[in-house]
């Protein structure tokens, strides 16, 4: 079993950057993939980033590429996303979500377990 617990969200101006925190509890941390997806108001809950089990691969959504970074330190048992040039369009409840799979999965289906989600609101 794996509990998730997201930190970090809050009120930016476009432009600006926030960095999100995601905390694990259970062994296994260090053998899931991780990612973060987000949902806006009306919208369907969307892919944003993910990373496997070592760090050593990461793949991104099309719209935030270039401008967020996920990153994990197993030792801690946290995932990271750094999130730079935040659009309002990038307004959402984020989450993070793990899969005990090891490689990293761009579907919410692929994920076993998520947290309670964090909200992010940028302002134009």
């Known amino acids: 079993q794996v509990q998730l617990v997201e930190s970090g969200g809050g009120l930016v101006q476009a432009g600006g950057s926030l960095r999100l925190s995601c905390a694990a509890s259970?062994?296994?941390?260090?053998?899931?993939?991780m990612g973060w997806f987000r949902q806006a108001p009306g919208q369907e809950r969307e892919f944003v980033a993910g990373?496997?089990?070592?760090?050593?691969?990461?793949d991104y959504a099309d719209s935030v590429k270039g401008r967020f970074t996920i990153s994990r330190d197993n030792a801690k048992k946290t995932v990271n996303l750094q999130m730079s040039s935040l659009k309002p369009e990038d307004t959402a409840v984020y989450y993070c979500?793990?899969?005990?799979?090891?490689?990293?999965?761009?579907?919410?289906?692929?994920?076993?377990?998520w947290g309670q989600g964090t909200q992010v609101t940028v302002s134009s």
């Open positions: 990373i496997n089990w070592s760090g050593g691969s990461t």
């Open positions: 979500a793990a899969t005990t799979a090891r490689a990293v999965t761009n579907v919410a289906w692929g994920y076993n377990y």
């Open positions: 259970g062994r296994s941390f260090s053998s899931y993939a």
